[in-house]
């Protein structure tokens, strides 16, 4: 509607565009054989009678003794890994990411590539449990009249947890509300129902936002068991946080630029929304945990790629996000300096952690414990640690036999 408005003839070019992705994606014909050929070659089982019966897994031995009361799943708005990294860590822009990474209660994926390179791309991934093929499950008609057995909200059901989704924006954003509520979260809550004078456009404030959820979660039940997605949005354009008020340590930034990121004030007013968004959630750490000290915490991004360095980067600096496991019974050793990981796994993953020996779910994917070896998005590998880009040179097979188990 933006570009609509802006400039009409660049806005039918993206509709255009976009019909012919979706068009490309979805006249597809395909036998029941070839089907089963497929499966086969993604290492899945032939003979199930369905897709969620042809990947299936079982919990053998979970990771922690006893499940959780909560569990938070923090998805942060152009949340990169690059501040992390030895190059620009002594910015201080993730000190309090960077405690929570090093504490004895975390372990951390070194190398995590986001599912897509936007937010809705990652929402998608999250609540369906698909790979993006450019459909756009937030819209698809088959995802009201059903659930995706592969999504993270079905199975955490599963295990027993209410499932809570709480957003900064609106709902009507890209159908997240209706989206979220048809797959399996029992509760949508976002900025629609928060009040916030230091929102924009976009929605409210991370601190409203966290505010909202130490509320919710200071009124659970006494054996209620809470699963909650968080989605950011404040690390992000037209970036209208006073971060100097808050803190932000603008001029020993400054000093310790390196020569890749400019030095400009606007560039600086984004370090400084970087700076909120990682304080902000650290804060939200320490209090939900004083309040449960069980809580088991994710922390993501939705994807990278959107800050502009001065310089050219690697595909590490650019694409890579975090993804840090924190709280009690969790162990430094389930990771290694090379482990990979992305988004398709995080449900597998944490029904490897909390869910009963003998728990059956639904995934395409390997969970991060089975697979640490290579996985893939829609554009990008990582492999032994390093990351790079599919090509047509690209052995596909193995890529999808590396990263899919059946039984």
């Known amino acids: 509607m933006n570009e609509a408005i802006l400039d009409d003839g660049q806005a039918l070019y993206r509709v255009r565009d976009m019909k012919r992705k979706i068009d490309k994606v979805t006249n597809i014909n395909i036998t029941v054989a070839q089907l089963r050929e497929k499966i086969a070659a993604s290492g899945g089982n032939t003979d199930a009678d369905c897709i969620e ?17 909560n569990i938070v799943l923090i998805v942060g708005e152009s949340f990169g890994n690059w501040p992390f990294l030895p190059k620009y860590k002594d910015l201080g822009l993730v000190d309090n990411m960077l405690a929570l990474q090093n504490s004895v209660y975390a372990d951390h994926v070194a190398t995590m590539l986001p599912h897509g390179s936007g937010t809705i791309s990652a929402v998608n991934g999250l609540v369906s449990g698909i790979p993006d093929m450019g459909l756009y499950e937030n819209y698809q008609a088959n995802s009201f009249n059903g659930k995706y057995a592969t999504g993270i909200g079905y199975i955490m059901k599963q295990l027993g947890y209410k499932t809570v989704f709480c957003y900064g924006g609106f ?20 900025a629609d129902e928060f009040s916030d004078n230091s929102g ?9 936002l966290f505010k909202q959820i130490e509320a919710y979660m200071s009124k659970e039940k006494e054996q209620e068991k809470v699963f909650h997605v968080v989605l950011t949005t404040t690390n992000h354009p037209p970036y209208s946080i006073d971060v100097d ?54 922390i993501t991004g939705d994807h990278s790629e959107r800050f502009s360095f001065a310089k050219e980067q690697d595909i590490r600096t650019l694409s890579s996000i975090p993804c840090i496991f924190y709280g009690t019974g969790v162990q430094q050793s389930w990771f290694h300096d090379k482990s990979v ?37 829609h554009r990008l590998y990582a492999a032994d640690g390093k990351i790079y880009t599919q090509s047509s040179n690209t ?3 193995s890529l999808i036999t590396s990263t899919v188990c059946a039984e």
Request: proline letters at 4%; a positive charge; charged letters at 20%.
């Open 245 to 298: 008020g808050m803190g932000f340590p603008r001029a020993k930034v400054k000093s310790k630029l390196p020569a890749d990121i400019a030095s400009d004030e606007k560039t600086l007013t984004e370090l400084g929304h970087i700076w909120y968004a990682y304080k902000t959630m650290g804060d939200f750490v320490k209090q939900a945990q004083s309040m449960y000290s069980d809580t088991l915490f994710v």
């Open 53 to 69: 019966k042809a990947f299936m897994h079982t919990v053998k031995q979970p990771k922690l003794a006893k499940q959780p009361r």
């Open 395 to 397: 052995d596909k097979k």
């Open 341 to 377: 990981g992305d988004h398709m796994q995080l449900a597998g993953t944490l029904a490897e952690i909390v869910g009963p020996a003998g728990f059956t779910y639904a995934a395409l994917q390997a969970n991060m414990f089975e697979n640490q070896d290579v996985v893939f998005n």
């Open 171 to 190: 709902s009507g954003w890209q159908n997240i509300g209706k989206f979220t509520k048809a797959q399996s979260f029992d509760e949508f809550h976002c």
């Open 200 to 208: 924009n456009a976009w929605g409210c404030s991370d601190a409203a």
